[in-house]
């Protein structure tokens, strides 16, 4: 049935191309009562963290038209919590589990590395998004060095695949996927949010608690899919595109763009059967297409001629 959607990503091996993006599908469990386990790729979980981290304070969530955006603010119960109490009922899905880790410095990213290693999970996502404290809050992600050098510490640490989520907040994706790729990084996933804000006109005061937010869904398809096709062109290791996939059109989209798998994010939300429909979306399209297998499509977008 699924002979068409299987994938390899990095040495794992995938049912569909169809990942359920961090944050969006928690820790896979509340979801499986609308998804069929067949359908599914891959899980990441959400953004783990060395300590537990309560989120952010006041509103976390704002609709904007077409997408949303969110300030959660890393809310999760912490590695041991998740190595003890939630892993291992999870590790029962016959589905790869894959940890999106996040720190305040490169010495977390490392800290989760190794205590993730041994623990049975398929691969680990690097969330390079988060702000570097110890440089003034930027981001590691938006300068290729520190990119780099948070890949290197985390691949120092681990023989798991390690996957590098790219920011979109930066002038040259490319570079940065480079940049990771030089460092070790054994696949890309991108994109991450796009930093956003709203504001209550009644109050004069910001929508969110954190006054800004990252903005996901159908709204930051086109800039996504950029992205993903800029970037699958510029390294040779295996890219995860995301970013306002709804519909297996638009996973189809990604997927000639160059993107060797597709993660769902946002559409979660709005339908939790997303990843099944667009699972049998893509059969069918296959099936008119009269194509035998979606690799047939990764990366062929007809430029020029
Ligand atoms: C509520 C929410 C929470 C998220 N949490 C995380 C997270 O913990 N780590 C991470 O790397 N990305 C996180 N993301 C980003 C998504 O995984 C995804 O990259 C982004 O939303 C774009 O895909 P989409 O438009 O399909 O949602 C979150 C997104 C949303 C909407």
């Given at each position: 049935m699924?002979?068409?959607?299987?994938?390899?990503?990095?040495?794992?091996?995938?049912?569909?191309?169809?990942?359920?993006?961090?944050?969006?599908?928690?820790?896979?469990?509340?979801?499986?009562?609308?998804?069929?386990?067949?359908?599914?790729?891959?899980?990441?979980?959400?953004?783990?963290?060395?300590?537990?981290?309560?989120g952010?304070?006041?509103?976390?969530?704002?609709?904007?038209?077409?997408?949303?955006?969110?300030?959660?603010?890393?809310q999760?119960?912490g590695?041991?919590?998740?190595?003890?109490?939630?892993?291992p009922?999870?590790?029962?899905l016959?589905?790869?589990?894959?940890?999106?880790?996040?720190?305040?410095?490169?010495?977390?990213?490392?800290?989760?590395?190794?205590?993730?290693?041994?623990?049975?999970?398929?691969?680990?996502?690097?969330n390079?998004?988060?702000?570097?404290?110890?440089?003034?809050?930027?981001?590691?992600?938006?300068?290729?060095?520190?990119a780099?050098?948070?890949?290197?510490a985390?691949?120092?640490?681990?023989?798991?695949?390690?996957?590098?989520?790219?920011?979109?907040?930066?002038?040259?994706?490319a570079?940065i996927?480079?940049?990771?790729?030089?460092?070790?990084?054994?696949?890309?996933?991108?994109?991450?949010?796009?930093?956003?804000?709203?504001?209550?006109?009644?109050?004069?005061?910001?929508?969110?608690?954190?006054?800004v937010?990252g903005?996901?869904?159908?709204?930051?398809?086109?800039?996504?899919?950029?992205?993903?096709?800029?970037?699958?062109?510029a390294?040779?290791?295996?890219?995860?595109?995301?970013?306002?996939?709804?519909?297996?059109?638009?996973a189809?989209?990604?997927?000639?763009?160059g993107?060797?798998?597709?993660?769902i994010?946002?559409a979660?939300?709005?339908?939790?059967?997303?990843?099944?429909?667009?699972?049998t979306?893509?059969?069918r399209?296959?099936?008119?297409?009269?194509?035998?297998?979606?690799?047939?499509?990764?990366?062929?977008?007809?430029?020029?001629?």
């Amino acid at each position: 049935m699924n002979a068409g959607l299987q994938t390899e990503l990095a040495g794992i091996k995938l049912r569909t191309p169809l990942i359920a993006a961090s944050g969006t599908f928690g820790f896979g469990e509340e979801y499986l009562d609308f998804v069929e386990q067949a359908d599914l790729g891959a899980i990441v979980v959400k953004g783990m963290t060395r300590e537990p981290r309560p989120g952010n304070a006041g509103r976390r969530m704002a609709e904007t038209p077409a997408g949303m955006l969110n300030c959660i603010g890393l809310q999760n119960p912490g590695v041991d919590v998740f190595l003890q109490d939630i892993l291992p009922r999870i590790k029962r899905l016959e589905i790869p589990i894959i940890v999106n880790i996040n720190g305040n410095v490169q010495e977390d990213y490392a800290y989760l590395a190794e205590a993730l290693d041994a623990s049975g999970v398929a691969a680990l996502e690097v969330n390079i998004s988060c702000p570097n404290t110890r440089h003034g809050c930027m981001a590691f992600g938006v300068v290729p060095e520190t990119a780099a050098a948070v890949t290197a510490a985390v691949k120092a640490k681990t023989k798991l695949p390690v996957i590098v989520k790219l920011s979109p907040n930066v002038t040259d994706v490319a570079e940065i996927a480079q940049a990771v790729e030089a460092a070790g990084a054994d696949a890309v996933s991108l994109i991450n949010t796009l930093v956003g804000m709203a504001i209550d006109t009644h109050t004069w005061k910001p929508v969110l608690g954190n006054i800004v937010g990252g903005l996901s869904g159908p709204a930051v398809k086109p800039v996504a899919l950029r992205m993903v096709w800029q970037t699958a062109q510029a390294v040779k290791i295996p890219v995860i595109g995301m970013g306002g996939i709804s519909s297996a059109s638009d996973a189809v989209e990604f997927l000639l763009a160059g993107a060797k798998a597709v993660a769902i994010g946002t559409a979660n939300f709005v339908n939790p059967q997303a990843i099944t429909d667009i699972a049998t979306g893509l059969r069918r399209y296959l099936e008119q297409q009269q194509l035998q297998s979606i690799s047939q499509l990764v990366g062929k977008v007809r430029i020029g001629g």
